[in-house]
């Protein structure tokens, strides 16, 4: 995760924009397939724009990504044992900056996406249960090696497929925020963790 390839990104984020989409009866596959390339040529089409206001990036980031990524489920994972111990609205402040940080990371890497092809491997959905996963690589050029990105689905109570994890060359998004900010936690507990990452957000909001 110490390596995140902007194609790499570009892809998580068109993968989240599924959820600007009433409930779909297609397996994630399928899903990742035809948004993937709805959302990279929105983001080629309005390219300018975005490189001029990055506002106007982050919401449309904003309004795709958060109905299809469980965020509540990835922050429960990303803080494990501490979520016990935070309060209820500790938690849901968590939540909105946990969401807002991906928005702003991933959301911004869509402008170094350069065309790279996007390749699909043999991953089947098991579609009559609850939990798939969609392998995909992003082929690099030059011969360099293809960056594997592996997507985690669960279906809810609803029948609705959610992303609740990405793996990128190995390394879990959840289990990478997990390990970075336990030492923030451990020093100086929930409230100051969640407080740097509201300061954050607003900075970068100017």
């Not at 570009?10 to 959302?39: F, H, K, N, Y």
């Not at 979520?83 to 940080?101: G, K, P």
């Not at 939990?131 to 050029?141: G, L, M, P, R, W």
């Not at 925020?177 to 100051?192: F, M």
């Amino acid at each position: 995760m110490t390596r995140l390839i902007p194609a790499t990104l570009a892809v998580l984020l068109a993968v989240a924009s599924l959820g600007v989409r009433a409930a779909d009866t297609r397996s994630p596959e399928e899903l990742v397939r035809s948004t993937t390339d709805e959302i990279l040529a929105l983001t080629k089409k309005n390219k300018e724009l975005y490189q001029r206001d990055h506002q106007a990036l982050y919401r449309m980031a904003d309004e795709r990504v958060l109905p299809y990524f469980d965020f509540r489920r990835m922050s429960q994972w990303v803080l494990g044992k501490h979520w016990r111990d935070a309060s209820a609205a500790q938690r849901d402040r968590f939540v909105v900056e946990f969401r807002n940080l991906l928005v702003r990371t991933y959301s911004t890497a869509l402008l170094s996406y350069t065309d790279q092809q996007i390749l699909y491997l043999p991953s089947p959905a098991r579609v009559a249960d609850d939990d798939a996963t969609v392998k995909t690589e992003v082929k690099q050029s030059g011969g360099a090696p293809n960056i594997p990105i592996h997507y985690s689905f669960f279906k809810n109570k609803s029948g609705e497929w959610k992303v609740y994890d990405v793996t990128i060359e190995g390394v879990s998004l959840v289990t990478n925020y997990r390990s970075v900010y336990a030492t923030k936690i451990r020093n100086e507990g929930v409230e100051a963790l969640i407080a740097s990452m509201a300061t954050d957000t607003r900075e970068r909001a100017k």
